[in-house]
């Protein structure tokens, strides 16, 4: 991964707290809706639900790893 740069570090100081947290719940939410159009893509007969399961399980699987 590239370091953070000088510039990037200060925008996200000046965002604070909250903005830095709107910023990582956003990318979570892209994130799912990303895993979700691959589930339906692969599985286009499966039902609403059985989509949101799979992605509630590939996003816990994947959460916090390394």
Known sequence: MNPVTDK??????RM??????RVAFGLWDFARDVVATAVRSRHP???AEQVREAVRTRMRSHAFQP
């Open 45 to 47: 007969d499966w039902s």
């Open 8 to 13: 990037e570090r200060e925008c996200l100081r």
């Open 16 to 21: 604070g707290s909250v903005g830095r947290l």
